[in-house]
């Protein structure tokens, strides 16, 4: 189809291309080169910032197999047959002009044809999910080849007639769970994308005519009304819609039907990303930088609010795909300086609250996929433009022992009840039992937000677990555990720390820490990459109680004082399940007030210090004589 190759390229400009990633992405364009150079001696490690999988070690390859095993870790082998790197020849071909690049992209092609003889879904080689990648690649790479000439035909039909047989083989070996799953997503884009340009050439209809059928289903069924993928996972939210908009930019006529999707998917990725440029890592996830794909995302659905602060270019891969005429496009919006975003995504049950000074990230929601973890009622903070509370990331998929431990609770920022977390990992994609979530619910007044979520949990007791945070702008986080279990028990609540915190007693960074209990402090590990692992802390308290526990931990900007009030109804009786506490600097004296149960016995009405309120959840601004009702 070579009229809709002649739109792709209408506007494409090698001297561009070379000055703008010489000019502009200097930086990303030598990590390219290292990976060429250790490519022309089959040394392969993967670092690129999407990598499902990074492998941050190099491995050599001599002579080359495709089904070479490294690390006891079959991701290895798997990133290796995605052959996702090969896109760096093209661009080392377009800024250097070598033609050793294409000849050395050819050899790994043409040799991956040539070994790869069976297709299994079980194969290392030529899993469907790898397969979809490896071809969606190729698609990129043939239409660069073609453009400039630098294929022989029965180069062309060779890769022709390996596409086919790839894209049949996906088809012939589709389940119906793809369809819940980037799985699907990743198998069923490719094979629309590659009949789009080459119908004429490859017998693919078929498939093709199923894909986008199949495509509408998995768009309606795995991503939720809020926008975010069901899996639980940004990484893999990121990878869906990284998939979903490139194929709006090769097939254009699609960005009309996707484009409200792909804006509620790019503002979580935006919502996700914090004060360091970089995802939490939630999930199956790593810290990976957003601005590359916000840039784009930018662009294509012309929105200038998710223009990345951090760097306002197109990153080398994305300028292949638009073009001189979108680079241009993109100069002329303008990042948006942004003062505080929040953002509620109710069907996942996670909470984004984006300020000037902080990043906050709280999750109680529905069980996703196997990629989900044990993370029911954490949070994350970002301060002043450091990570403080983390989530612990994934570190492997193989089945070892930190593998389950970062899947569990104890990775995460939360409550453990008598030294048993809520779940029960099974194995690396597996739960025996898994924490219910029952509600997640936010509110906005002004600077106040109050967020509120619960679970049920069944080990090895059935417990309930409420857990309410309340953050005022200026840096104050209180949060409040309710835990109800019938019996003596023993509470751990556990906040885990970024590797770079700097603490000291009742102190991490900036931020002080108050508590009735006193904090103590235990060893972990994080991973803020796949393959990485690095030693890191977490505060603990443990406290013993009988039936029910109310417990609170108030996180403040060390210039506050803090002073706790005693709450009574009108008629004198003191509320035993209520908290006030009274926050003090130069600028501002407020009074939060908490009540965890209803009031139904005596007056309705309660007071604090001579101040009178009614609510579950009041902030009083004593300079201003003003009250925040978060909760009625």
Known sequence: MKQERTIFFEDFDIEYYRHYILRYQKEEYSRIQHSLERMFSHYFLFDGNWDMEPCPRKHQIQPMNWEVLFEEDPEWTYMLNRQEYLLNFVIGYLVEGDMRYIQKLKFFIFDWIEQVQEFSPQSLTTRTLDTGIRCFTWLKILLFLLELDLLEEKELQII?????????????????????????????????????????????????????????????????????????SI????????????????????????????????????????LDGKTIAFGDSDCTDTWDILNLSALVLEDEQLLSLKNPYLDPYSLLLVGRKGADRL???????????????????????????????????????????????????????????????????????????????????????????????????????????????YQRVSDAHYVEGSYLASNPFTYLHTRKIIMLEEGVWLVIDDIRCAGDHKLRTQFILDSQVIYSPSQVNNLKLWSKIPLELEK??????????EESSKLVKIQKFSDRIIDATLITDQSFTVKYHKVYQTDGSQLPNALAIEIENDCTTKLILVLNDD??????????????????????????????????
């Open 331 to 441: 100069a002329t919006l303008k990042a948006q300086k942004q003062g505080t975003r929040t953002a509620f995504f109710k069907d996942s049950g996670q909470v984004c609250i984006q300020t000037p000074r902080s990043h906050f990230f709280f999750k109680n929601g529905p069980m996703g996929s196997a990629h989900t973890h044990s993370d029911q009622n954490s949070f994350c903070l970002q301060d002043q433009g450091k990570s403080i509370f983390v989530d612990s990331g994934r570190y492997t998929y193989r089945e070892i022992g930190e593998r389950s431990v970062l899947k569990s609770a104890w990775s995460h920022t939360g409550c453990i009840l008598d030294e048993t977390p809520p779940e029960i990992v099974s194995g690396s994609w597996d739960y025996e039992n898994y924490p219910q979530s029952l509600f997640c619910d």
């Open 524 to 533: 972990t590990f994080i991973s803020k990459k796949y393959n990485e692992l």
């Open 599 to 632: 009031i139904y016995k005596g007056e309705k009405l309660c007071v604090v210090n001579g101040i009178k309120t009614r609510g579950k959840c009041v902030i009083y601004d004593k300079k201003t004589c003003t009250k925040i009702r978060l909760k009625s």
């Open 160 to 232: 022709y007639r390996s596409l086919e047989t790839q894209i049949h083989f996906m088809r012939r070996c589709y389940r119906d769970k793809y369809t819940l799953s980037n799985w699907g997503i990743l198998q069923t884009i490719p094979m629309i994308a590659i009949y789009h340009f080459f119908s004429e050439q490859l017998d693919i209809e078929e498939e093709y005519l199923f894909a986008i059928e199949e495509l509408q289903q998995q768009v309606q069924i795995q991503i939720l009304e809020d926008g975010t993928q069901f899996e639980q």
């Open 235 to 274: 990484l893999y939210h990121v990878e869906v819609y990284k998939a979903l908009l490139e194929l709006c930019i090769l097939l254009p006529e699609l960005k009309h039907k996707y484009a409200t999707l792909l804006g509620k998917m790019a503002t979580y990725i935006q919502m996700m990303t914090g």
